[in-house]
T-cell receptor, first 115, second 115 residues
């Protein structure tokens, strides 16, 4: 079955440590996204990529970095510069490079906590 | 920037009854797309229903329907014959056709279904 796989499901970060969240999709989608979800808030866009080797910052990109070396993969690194990283992180993708009404397909998420 | 407001942090409904979740949005655009997403305890985001602003007819998907009031900028979700499996967080979302990566989410409404 096609879908988006996020790993790990739970991740713990120590102070000053960089951690990387994995996102892989086998839907042949061009566009991929990273969202952050905090309690009592909606999803906020961190980064997005419409094509391999290209990505743009979303609303809250500070303290995060991404890469898009393969169409199927869009890993997110939470750097030590992100001072409040505890949140639920969702990866998503869509079919077109310029999605209009096309829905976002979501992964099952990664819960990141600070030790 | 467009904003999406869900004024009901929590709602509850008796099994088999009907419940309506509210959503309002702020935009100066005349064309756009609206979505309702469901997030059950598994935290997997699932598309419930979507509406194109240029369509006057309200979208329906089985037990789910919307009341789209464009002039009032209102997009409520009605769940009929509520089932225990409908218990989840529900997020309203707005997407601009002019910025395809700009999907704005509301803060969510937690729906409880009582047996």
């Amino acid at each position: 079955d096609g879908g988006i796989t996020q790993s790990p499901k739970y991740l713990f970060r120590k102070e000053g440590q960089n951690v990387t969240l994995s996102c892989e999709q086998n839907l042949n989608h061009d566009a991929m996204y990273w969202y952050r979800q905090d309690p009592g808030q909606g999803l906020r866009l961190i980064y997005y990529s419409q094509i391999v080797n290209d990505f743009q910052k979303g609303d809250i990109a500070e303290g995060y970095s991404v890469s898009r070396e393969k169409k199927e993969s869009f890993p997110l690194t939470v750097t030590s510069a992100q001072k409040n990283p505890t949140a639920f992180y969702l990866c998503a993708s869509t079919e077109d490079r310029e999605p209009t009404n096309e829905k976002l397909f979501f992964g099952s998420g990664t819960q990141l906590s600070v030790l | 920037a467009q904003t999406v407001t869900q004024s009901q942090p929590e709602m509850s409904v008796q099994e088999a009854e009907t419940v309506t979740l509210s959503c309002t949005y702020d935009t100066s655009e005349s064309d756009y797309y609206l979505f309702w997403y469901k997030q059950p305890p598994s935290r997997q985001m699932i598309l419930v229903i979507r509406q194109e602003a240029y369509k006057q007819q309200n979208a329906t998907e089985n037990r789910f329907s919307v009341n789209f009031q464009k002039a009032a900028k209102s997009f409520s979700l009605k769940i009929s014959d509520s089932q225990l499996g409908d218990a989840a967080m529900y997020f309203c979302a707005y997407r601009s056709p002019y910025n395809n990566n700009d999907m704005r989410f509301g803060a969510g409404t937690r729906l409880t279904v009582k047996p």
